[in-house]
């Protein structure tokens, strides 16, 4: 019994992808980061004391995330489908410090540009679009962090990248031979990227975690892969 509900479930899935019609997606974002960014003390030697007198908070103005990629939406049935993309970023991931003690205020901005592999389930509903689903994040290159007193950035080294998930609702309506979905999607990481630089023997030090949240405008422009 439970061979012969395999093999129906197979079928079903192969006559839902023979008569879908798959569509090619193409993004553009602009939005804004809601990520932040935590000290590791222990690589600076800094005591917990002195982690008491200095605090971070979120600083909108450094905060400001865009991209762009493509997708492939597979359908099943009328409602449902499968769509795995790639999207390329420029991620702004901003904060504002101070230490009481030594009567420092600065903001920060660490800068760095990453390849994400999303992996969504979609489902349409009239003309709204949802979808929802994980993603892989590829830092590219290295990390740039300035601060606002200074005009030099300086370079940080990175972790491999992320994890994270992300769920997006749009409205579509024809243009052409497609549709213009217009819409917004929130994406959280779920493991942080870690930057760091490092002494000329190799030990790491000014390390920070870098946790990406984006809440972005999404534009899409969707095509059918046969006319």
């Known amino acids: 019994m439970k061979k012969i509900l395999a093999l129906a479930a197979v079928a079903v899935t192969a006559v ?13 974002y602009f939005g804004v980061g809601l990520g932040s960014a935590v000290q590791d003390w222990n690589s600076n030697n800094n005591t917990r004391s002195d982690l008491n ?3 971070y908070s979120w600083n909108f103005g ?25 999207d390329f970023y420029v ?10 003690s030594a009567n420092v205020k ?5 800068t760095y540009l990453s390849i994400d592999i999303p992996l969504l389930l979609t489902a349409k509903i009239n003309k709204w679009n949802f979808s929802i689903g994980p993603y ?7 990390t740039s962090a300035l601060y606002s007193d200074d005009t030099n ?6 972790s491999w990248g992320s994890i994270g998930a992300m769920v997006g609702v749009g409205y579509e309506q ?31 030090y000014d390390t920070l975690s870098l946790w990406r949240g984006a809440l972005a405008v999404d534009v899409a422009y969707k095509i059918p892969l046969s006319f």
């Open 62 to 86: 450094s905060n400001l995330d865009f991209g762009a990629g493509v997708a492939i939406n597979i359908p099943f049935g009328d409602y449902f489908g499968f769509q795995p993309g790639v």
């Open 53 to 55: 007198k200095s605090y």
């Open 91 to 100: 991620n702004n991931v901003g904060y504002h410090f101070e230490n009481s």
């Open 106 to 110: 600065r903001d920060r901005t660490f």
């Open 136 to 142: 892989v994040s590829i830092p590219l290159g290295d």
């Open 16 to 28: 839902a992808l023979a008569s879908a019609d798959p569509l090619f997606v193409g993004h553009a």
């Open 153 to 158: 950035a300086v370079k940080y080294k990175h």
């Open 174 to 204: 024809r243009i052409g031979l497609g549709r213009l979905v217009i819409g917004g999607r929130y994406m959280h990481d779920f493991m942080p990227i870690d930057v760091y630089r490092e002494y000329s023997n190799g030990t790491k």
